[in-house]
């Protein structure tokens, strides 16, 4: 295996796959980011827009272009949460439920292409590698202590 880090790897990868996902959502009109966020919509409930930036892992002020233009797109409407008088609730239009179906399949295809080509267990190992960064990051246990080439003051 040629050398490269970990870092590197997830990166290009992870740039690939959003730019096939945007290559792809263009056909319809649409983003990654506007697909994913339909995806992370409770169809039926609604989703409290407070907790839709980190369930997607995004910044408020970059979600909420994102809201916006799907609200101009009328993909999506606001509601007040009847829960929570000041919260408010991000639901489906019919136009943004059938947007999201088709998210949902462009998804999928990639699966299972994916899953075509990538045996049983090659695909648990990177499972297993994933869950081992993720909880390496959530733990701070990668960097606990002062940067290593800390410039004296």
């Known amino acids: 295996m040629k050398d490269i880090t970990i870092d590197y790897a997830l ?30 919509i409770d169809p039926k409930t609604g989703t409290p827009s407070t907790s839709l930036g980190p369930k997607m892992g995004m910044e408020a002020t970059s979600l909420s272009r994102i809201l916006k233009n799907m ?8 509601k007040p949460n009847p ?42 190992g990177f499972f297993e590698v994933i869950k081992v960064i993720n909880n390496l990051i959530s733990e701070k246990k990668i960097y606990k ?6 410039q004296a003051d």
Do not use: C
Request: net charge neutral; hydrophobic share 40%; proline share 2%.
């Open 83 to 124: 829960n929570d008088g000041r919260g408010v609730l991000i639901h489906l239009t019919p136009f943004g439920l059938q947007k999201r179906e088709v998210s949902k399949e462009v998804v999928l295809r990639f699966n299972d292409a994916v899953k075509e080509n990538v045996s049983e267990e090659h695909l648990m």
């Open 11 to 40: 990166r290009a990868t992870w740039q690939a796959v959003t730019k096939v996902y945007n290559e792809e959502a263009r056909k319809f009109d649409s983003t990654m980011a506007m697909g994913f966020t339909l995806l992370s």
């Open 145 to 150: 202590t002062e940067p290593l080439n800390k």
């Open 71 to 78: 609200e101009n797109l009328g993909l999506i409407v606001r």
